[in-house]
Structures are given as structure tokens and as C-alpha cells.
């Protein structure tokens, strides 16, 4: 069974050329949702999900009627090989029943993983040049220089740690954490 999926961002939004579409090419039935592709609740996507068989084909109008990034479509798919499921997308010309539409499939699996090496490549080129700047990176410290240097005094006085941890604010493994990490401030 071939099975339509639809999907249209608002509902001013005309879906009528997605259903000729699939019509065309033998779409028994269909599932619509009205939801912007970063939407990860597609309540009809489930629902389409949940009808198709092994042996049935899914079939879109583009490929990013089923989501917006390559890594989520690519997701999708992956699900639907492993389930025996074919798949279909008009617009693309992409049929994985036949030799081409599977190396077309294949290929966009490639360019998925091009695309997570690249996001991965700028952010930490991102991360660098924060630095270079002088962003300090990860969490605000939970006590300043000088709370540490207090807690410091407490301590060498024979104060527990536990009270001045509570007296701070924080944990006994954060003020430690904290005075094993800070200078010594010499006066």
C-alpha cells in the first residue's frame, strides 16, 4: 500500500498540489498535519508512522515536508529501512524501490553526516575565537574570589566545613572544588 504524508505550516496554507501529487503517483490513502516542520509533535506523522507496513511505501511531495533538518529526515528514513518500508518523495525523484532512488538515500545519508561534521567543525572554531576574546566558557563560579578567600580564613580557624559550606550557600564538594581551583590571594 502506497501512503501519502502531508504536511502545510498554517492552515491558509493549500495542500492541494502535495494531494494531486501524490495522487499520481498512487497514494491510497493520506495523513495531513498542520505544523511547521521544526514541530517535533506531528500528530499524523506519528499516526502515519504507526499504520505503515512492512512491504507499504511512504510517499511525500519534498522531503522537507517531513522535517527541516537533514539529520531529522535522514532519522525518519533510516527508521522506515529498518522496518521494511520503502519510501518515495515526488519532487525530488526519489524512489528507494528502485537502484537509483537507494543511492539516492544513500547519498543524502552522506550529506547528513557532512553536515554534522561541519556544525561540529564551527563550533568549535566558534569556541576558540570565544576564548581568543576572552569569553570564559561554562557555568557562572557559584562563590566569588573573595568568599573563597573567607571560607580559606574560617577553615584555617578550625571551622567545619560543613558550616561554612552552609554558610555560603553550597555543598562541601563545591567549596572544595572551589579552593582547590582559586590562587591563594597573599595580602
Request: net charge positive; hydrophobic share 40%.
Amino acid at each position: 500500500m502506497k501512503i501519502g504524508y502531508i504536511r502545510v505550516s498554517t492552515e491558509e496554507q493549500n495542500d492541494d498540489l502535495q494531494i494531486a501529487a501524490l495522487k499520481a503517483i498512487g497514494c491510497e490513502s493520506f495523513f495531513k498535519d498542520t505544523a511547521t516542520g521544526a514541530n517535533a509533535k506531528r500528530s499524523q506523522l506519528q499516526n502515519c508512522f504507526k499504520s505503515l507496513n512492512k512491504g507499504d511505501t511512504l510517499a511525500v511531495y519534498k522531503l522537507d515536508r517531513l522535517g527541516r533538518s537533514l539529520g531529522d529526515i535522514i532519522s525518519l528514513l533510516d527508521e522506515l529501512k529498518a522496518r521494511g518500508i520503502a519510501f518515495q518523495s515526488v519532487t525530488e525523484a526519489i524512489d528507494t524501490t528502485t537502484p537509483t532512488g537507494r543511492a539516492m538515500w544513500q547519498m543524502l545519508g552522506i550529506m547528513a553526516e557532512l553536515e554534522r561534521s561541519l556544525i561540529v567543525e564551527r563550533t568549535k572554531a566558534g569556541r576558540e575565537a570565544a576564548k581568543i576574546r576572552g569569553v570564559v566558557m561554562g557555568r557562572k563560579p557559584k562563590l566569588s574570589k573573595q568568599q573563597i578567600e573567607h571560607a580559606r580564613k574560617l577553615l584555617a580557624g578550625q571551622e567545619h566545613i560543613s558550616i561554612v559550606a552552609k554558610s555560603l550557600n553550597v555543598s562541601v564538594r563545591t567549596l572544595y572544588r572551589a579552593i582547590e581551583k582559586a590562587p591563594v590571594i597573599s595580602n
